[in-house]
């Protein structure tokens, strides 16, 4: 979105990032008609090169014009002094060197706007996060509710589809420790084990697609299904 594009100007190194919160005023050459001030990002390990090379790798750059702006990890950041018209020679052949001429021009007005509109849309952007969370935080609660009638549903059909009618069976919620889950399982599975016995006959005289179709491996003499959700997927 807006806000990220803004953002990433800020960031960076120093052939990509907005020079605006980088560059001084006194670092340009203002006022001129003829000359002025290009920024050009130099890698770090050219530096000797950028500094041996600059003053002929084009006509019309003012000799010992170069300035060290700035420095980061990559790149340092020279200022130096060129003919307005030599412009785009200059950039072209300092692209050939590997060196990038950056597209700056010392405007305080347009530095004002771009800085406004950044905490304009931050705090655009914190507002929406704000009323998207008290939303989700309302919204939440009714999704879940829907979710727990389905799985009631689920587990009433499911009873009636394995035992048959009339429907004599009650249905509960456990909801153990995480150390106790196959503890609580093994217990269930014990005190409900006859019920095992009543299913196998109402398999017997019923299709597989009517109770069902438990998979052998999932079946319980029970009818159970473990709800999941929160940070560790239960």
């Not at 990509?16 to 980088?22: F, I, K, N, Q």
């Not at 003829?34 to 019309?60: G, N």
């Not at 914190?126 to 009323?131: A, I, K, S």
């Not at 109402?202 to 009517?210: C, H, I, Y």
């Amino acid at each position: 979105g807006a806000v990220q594009a803004l953002q990433r100007k800020q960031a960076g190194n120093l052939s990509v990032r907005d020079l605006s919160e980088v560059v001084r005023k006194d670092n340009c050459l203002l006022g001129s008609e003829y000359l002025r001030t290009v920024f050009v990002a130099v890698p770090k390990t050219l530096y000797k090169d950028f500094l041996a090379s600059y003053e002929t790798i084009t006509s019309m750059v003012v000799p010992r014009s170069a300035e060290k702006v700035a420095e980061d990890a990559e790149y340092g950041l020279f200022g130096v002094t060129i003919f307005q018209r030599a412009l785009a020679d200059f950039t072209s052949k300092c692209r050939e060197e590997r060196y990038t001429v950056r597209d700056f021009i010392w405007d305080e007005e347009q530095m004002e706007k771009d800085r406004a509109a950044i905490v304009e849309s931050t705090s655009a952007q914190e507002t929406m996060q704000l009323q998207l969370s008290e939303w989700v935080k309302a919204s939440f609660g009714d999704a879940f509710v829907a979710w727990i009638h389905l799985k009631a549903l689920r587990v009433y059909v499911e009873s009636v589809l394995r035992y048959g009618l009339p429907a004599d069976f009650c249905c509960a919620t456990i909801m153990p420790k995480p150390k106790f889950e196959a503890k609580t399982l093994l217990k269930l599975d014990k005190n409900y084990a006859n019920l095992g016995r009543q299913f196998a006959e109402v398999q017997a005289s019923t299709d597989d697609e009517a109770v069902g179709a438990v998979p052998e491996d999932e079946y319980k003499p029970y009818v159970w299904f473990e709800i999941r959700w929160g940070t560790d997927s239960r």
